[in-house]
């Protein structure tokens, strides 16, 4: 599944993670075609190869995990994001960017435009995009995702 967030308030960044619970979270810092290799090219766990071909086919050959794949920023029209998306059906991918150009890599339905929310809106587009079923526990695990990257959004300003 690819997930595509477009984000419209310039002046803040905020993300959602359309599913609760994953075996693996890899982020990728998706600014430029630099950053994006080195981050992606270090997936492999305990492996002397650092490339991104390695890590996409790594990432494809994981059948028992529910991995989500996080590209951040993906801004720039000149960067070629379809390259790096991983081909497989096992994982998630979940992209955040400006750039509406890249809602073409997404799934009819999967992209979503946010711009800044209050913690109770997130919540409810969180629990809402994820697709869980709606209840008190569900609910509490949202709101604590929802603190977790407002606390990191805010650590990175």
């Known amino acids: ?11 803040y ?3 959602i993670i359309p599913i609760l619970s994953f075996s693996d979270i890899f ?22 190869e650092q490339s991104v071909d390695a890590s996409l086919q790594w990432l494809a050959h994981q059948h028992d995990r ?5 590209f951040d920023n993906a801004d720039d029209p000149g960067l070629d994001l379809g390259k790096f ?12 960017t400006r750039n509406p150009g890249v809602r073409l890599l997404a799934g009819v339905n999967a ?5 800044g929310m209050s913690s109770d809106d997130s919540t409810q587009l969180l629990l809402r995009l994820s697709c869980m079923e709606w209840n008190d526990e569900n609910q509490m695990l949202a709101e604590e995702i929802v ?11």
């Open 85 to 96: 998306i991983p081909r497989t059906a096992s994982g998630n991918t979940l992209i955040t």
């Open 13 to 15: 960044s905020s993300f």
């Open 27 to 48: 982020y990728i810092d998706a600014t430029n075609e630099h950053t994006l290799q080195a981050d992606l090219g270090a997936i492999v766990p305990g492996s002397a």
């Open 111 to 115: 992209s979503a435009q946010v711009a």
């Open 66 to 70: 529910r991995w989500l794949i996080f």
């Open 1 to 11: 599944m690819v997930c595509f967030i477009e984000l419209l308030n310039y002046g």
């Open 147 to 157: 603190k977790v990257c407002t606390s990191i959004l805010v650590a990175r300003k």
